[in-house]
């Protein structure tokens, strides 16, 4: 197995995350930190080897790690996730036991314990105004109003899954040479929603398990540029539908998504309701090709 951790200001969390996979080989590819990130790796970590690399989103930096990772699979792991004992030999095993799986996503919680929820359903038009117009919080286990978010799933048991958040994957190389690696044109966010939805279309599975455990901290880049960052989350739904649905259900996401984004602006104050309108009046100000073209 070849860890693959992409960096960008990753302080203070990084050093966890490494700590939790000695052991194995890894390559940290850093996309311009500023922080002390580099050099952090560099004294504490000397066998990780470590490429820095010009910032040109996540799926890039991945890509980046796995052209010179030698192992048979890639554990992507976010810089702000850590592997709790005996989780990464309890993945692979679960990898290995399922030879149709091209990925196997762990149990993810928060630092104090919470469980994260990761099974995700495939962006549609009605699954984007069930999230955005918060349809999803009148039935959250109904697969109707939130098949976005997995529809309640226990996470208890072993699912095939649309989708994983891609916090931490465990990625079989074969597969990965069937169908390529990351679209570096989702610069940040649907990267993963691509690539799981291009497996299954190839025929391999995507599953998860619960009898790996990792924690993963959550928005510990993000939240560090979150304005911008959304905005690119946004984008990844229009490209993601333009991509695989065609340009006008892509272009009916926009005009959905810049809807109900002008209604979040005017609901909840301050920075975030700023960052909503904000992201409203891109969407309107811009054509289908122009939020493409990034």
């Not at 302080?11 to 930190?33: C, F, K, M, Y």
């Not at 095993?93 to 929820?117: N, S």
């Not at 939240?223 to 539908?241: A, C, T, Y």
Request: charge should be neutral.
């Amino acid at each position: 197995m070849s860890v693959i951790v992409v960096t960008w200001n990753a302080l203070p969390w990084v050093e966890q995350a490494l700590e939790s996979v000695r052991g194995h080989e890894t390559i940290v590819v850093d996309n311009g930190s500023s922080d002390g990130t580099v050099e952090l790796v560099r004294e504490r970590f000397p066998d990780v080897r470590l490429l820095e690399e010009e910032n040109k989103g996540f799926g890039a930096g991945s890509n980046a790690g796995m052209r010179v990772a030698t192992g048979n699979w890639f554990l992507l792991l976010n810089s702000d996730a850590w592997a709790t004992e005996g989780a990464l030999e309890r993945l692979v095993a679960f990898g290995e036991a399922h030879p149709d799986a091209a990925v196997v996503g762990p149990k993810l919680r928060f630092p104090d314990g919470r469980l994260q929820r990761s099974v995700r359903g495939f962006p549609t038009l009605w699954r984007l105004a069930t999230e955005y117009l918060f349809l999803r919080k009148l039935a959250p286990r109904s697969r109707a109003l939130n098949a976005f978010y997995g529809n309640g799933f226990a996470y208890d048991r072993p699912l095939e899954a649309e989708f994983l958040m891609g916090s931490v994957l465990l990625v079989r190389r074969e597969a990965a040479d069937t169908v390529g690696h990351f679209d570096e044109d989702f610069f940040m966010f649907s990267e993963e929603t691509d690539w799981c939805y291009r497996f299954r279309q190839a025929g391999w599975k995507v599953l998860f398990t619960p009898d790996a455990e990792f924690v993963h901290v959550g928005g510990a880049s993000t939240r560090q540029n979150w304005s911008p960052l959304f905005r690119e989350q946004v984008r990844g739904h229009v490209r993601f539908l333009a991509k695989h649905q065609g340009a006008r259900e892509a272009e009916r996401a926009r005009k959905l998504l810049g809807a109900s984004l002008r209604l979040r602006g005017l609901l909840f104050p301050g920075d975030r309701g700023r960052t909503y309108a904000e992201t409203a009046g891109w969407l309107g100000g811009s054509s289908l090709e122009e939020l493409l073209a990034r």
